[in-house]
């Protein structure tokens, strides 16, 4: 009788199958290794989402990616230089292997190639943006700038006003490129409510020049040592 239930629960076990038995990893349960991960919601969520918002469109202080206007101005280029290589001067760490990220050349392919394929075609409706990157600006010039398009929400001097807070806070400015209030001033936020170049003014548009003019006089007023409020003292 032993050696019958023996028989029975030996040929049970060959007929459920090497890949049955317990304790066998599923098919498909084997884990990846990082540098091995290809697929670009994965890679997002684990590397940028955190900033940019679950779904692209901003977040803690970071430009929604999935921004049309954003999209129409950066180029494939730009968006792997700042995920590559990060942004000096602001909170955008660097994410390839060679600038010290994790992530391989190929990820920050897909990376990109992800961010592109958010691209909205036609939704700007013809109009044509400034440029990414421009000329230089004039601080003075700036400043009639800011008054114009900028202090109906953020106030006058850009100390807060009550639609936005200060845009001249020594903290914030010393966490935010040149660069990246470019982008901002075209792009705008909607996420925080923020107009993009077209709608600050009803029916006038920031030109080029508006748009390198005001970012001069913002970077103007970023303090020399940002987050020290009493420079040339210690501590």
Request: charged fraction near 15%.
């Amino acid at each position: 009788m032993k050696g019958f239930a023996t028989a029975v629960f030996v040929a049970a076990l060959l007929g459920t199958g090497c890949d049955r038995l317990p304790g066998r990893p599923k098919p498909g349960a084997a884990e990846v290794r990082p540098d091995e991960v290809k697929n670009f919601a994965v890679l997002y969520a684990e590397n940028c989402a955190a900033c940019h918002g679950p779904d692209g469109r901003g977040g803690a202080g970071a430009i929604g990616l999935a921004n049309p206007v954003y999209l129409a101005i950066a180029d494939d280029a730009a968006i792997r230089r700042a995920t590559a290589s990060g942004v000096a001067g602001s909170l955008m760490p660097p994410f390839a292997r060679g600038a010290g990220g994790m992530l391989t050349d190929a990820q920050v392919e897909v990376l990109v190639r992800g961010i592109r394929g958010w691209e909205q075609p036609g939704a700007l409706a013809g109009a044509t943006p400034p440029p990414y990157a421009g000329q230089a600006g004039e601080a003075a010039r700036g400043a009639a700038v800011f008054a114009t398009f900028c202090s109906g929400c953020h106030g006058t001097n850009g100390v807060g006003g009550p639609k936005a807070s200060s845009i001249v806070d020594g903290s914030f400015l010393g966490l935010v490129s040149d660069q990246s209030l470019r982008t901002t001033v075209i792009a705008g936020r909607p996420d925080l409510g923020q107009p993009d170049w077209r709608n600050d003014v009803p029916g006038r548009a920031l030109d080029a020049q508006d748009v390198a003019d005001v970012v001069a006089w913002l970077a103007a007023q970023r303090p020399a040592a940002p987050g020290q409020p009493y420079p040339g003292r210690n501590p």
